[in-house]
């Protein structure tokens, strides 16, 4: 059964993640066209970003991390969880 993990992508540095920026974007795009990525984005203050994967393991997420362009050229680090999404009941 497949679950989802949330990849944390915190900034190393932002010349090298300015510079790797384009190869990252394009290893996303793949990812996201092997049904394997959900959803991606930046954080607005700078501090990095957030991948969020649909895999059968941790392993096979550490897999795909670890060959980020991003991670490759020591542009940002990572963290990995899983993630138990709930539905929020909201009321407005």
């Not at 510079?19 to 959803?39: P, W």
């Not at 984005?41 to 991390?65: I, P, Q, T």
Request: charged share 30%; proline share 2%; hydrophobic share 40%.
């Amino acid at each position: 059964m497949k679950k989802l993990y949330v990849v944390f992508l915190p900034m190393l540095d932002a010349e090298k993640s300015a510079e790797h920026r384009q190869a990252h974007l394009d290893y996303l795009e793949r990812k996201y066209n092997e049904g394997v990525l959900t959803a991606y984005g930046r954080f607005v203050d700078g501090w990095g970003g957030m991948l969020v994967y649909e895999a059968e393991s941790e392993e096979e997420v550490k897999a795909w991390a670890v060959n980020d362009p991003y991670i490759v050229h020591n542009a940002r680090t990572y963290e990995i969880h899983e993630w138990a999404v709930a539905k929020a009941n909201l009321q407005r």
